[in-house]
C-alpha cells in the first residue's frame, strides 16, 4: 500500500516567494496532520483536518501560512510571503481516528528560505 | 499545557549494550502513549501503549506505560548500529477528539561499533 506521499522532496527558494507543499493521505484515512520539525523546537503539530474540515489550527504559527484540504485524498500547506525562519522539515501525517490508530508520516518536504 | 518530557536527551553507547529511554507527561487524561523511531526521513511508528503494567515486545524493542507514575519506558537489547535515530514519545488526548498527539522532544541514540 502507498504511504503518505509528499511533494516536493526538497525546495529552496528566496524570502518573499511563496511556497505551496503538498501531501496526499493515505486512503481510507479521514484524519490529516501538518507537523513541522527544527532542531530548537522538535515536531511541532501546525493543523490538524478531520474529515476534510480543519478541527485545530492553533498550531499555525501567523498569518502567512494557511492549509486547505479540498477533499479526502489531498492537502496543501502555504506560506506567503517565506521567511528564513520558516525553514525546516515539513511532515504530513494521515490516521483513522476510528480508533487507537497510531498516525503514519510522509517523508517530509526539506524547505529553505534564503 | 499538555507536556512530554523526554530523557536522556542523548545518549551513546557501544554495540551489544541495552538501553532504557524514558518519557514522561504531564496530560490531563490521554487515551494512548506512542513510540516512533526516526532516522533520516519520517518518524515511523514502533508501539501503541493503552493499558497500564502490559509490556509490548518486538524483537530487541520492549516498552511499558505506567498511568500511575505517568511515565513509559522504551528499552532496547543488544542494540545494533541500525538502532541509532531518535526515539519521539507522543500522547493521544482521549476519544471523542481528534487524534492530536503531543509530541516530546525527543532521544537521540546513537550505537558505535
Known amino acids: 500500500d502507498a504511504g503518505v506521499i509528499q511533494s516536493p522532496r526538497h525546495e529552496v527558494t528566496e524570502m518573499g516567494q511563496e511556497v505551496t507543499l503538498r501531501c496526499k493521505p493515505i486512503s481510507g484515512h479521514n484524519s490529516l496532520f501538518w507537523y513541522r520539525q527544527t532542531m530548537m523546537r522538535g515536531l511541532e503539530l501546525l493543523i490538524y483536518f478531520n474529515n476534510n474540515v480543519p478541527i485545530d489550527d492553533s498550531g499555525m504559527p501567523e498569518d502567512r501560512f494557511s492549509a486547505k484540504m479540498p477533499n479526502a485524498s489531498f492537502s496543501t500547506l502555504k506560506i506567503q510571503p517565506s521567511e528564513p525562519r520558516d525553514s525546516a522539515v515539513y511532515f504530513c501525517a494521515s490516521s483513522w481516528t476510528g480508533g487507537d490508530q497510531p498516525q503514519h508520516f510522509g517523508d517530509g518536504t526539506r524547505l529553505s528560505i534564503l | 499545557e499538555d507536556k512530554v518530557v523526554q530523557s536522556p536527551l542523548s545518549l551513546v553507547v557501544h554495540e551489544g549494550d541495552t538501553v532504557t529511554l524514558n518519557c514522561s507527561y504531564e496530560?490531563?487524561?490521554?487515551?494512548?502513549l506512542l513510540w516512533y523511531k526516526q532516522e533520516k526521513k519520517a518518524p515511523t511508528f514502533l508501539f501503541m501503549l493503552t493499558s497500564s503494567g502490559i509490556e509490548k515486545k518486538s524483537g530487541r524493542l520492549s516498552s511499558i506505560l505506567d498511568k500511575k507514575e505517568l511515565f513509559s519506558i522504551l528499552n532496547i537489547t543488544a542494540t545494533q548500529t541500525g538502532d541509532s535515530a531518535v526515539y519521539l514519545c507522543?500522547?493521544?488526548?482521549?476519544?471523542?477528539?481528534?487524534?492530536?498527539?503531543?509530541f516530546g522532544t525527543g532521544t537521540r541514540l546513537q550505537v558505535t561499533l
Open positions: 496530560v490531563t487524561n490521554f487515551r494512548s
Open positions: 507522543a500522547v493521544i488526548p482521549p476519544a471523542g477528539t481528534a487524534s492530536k498527539l503531543t
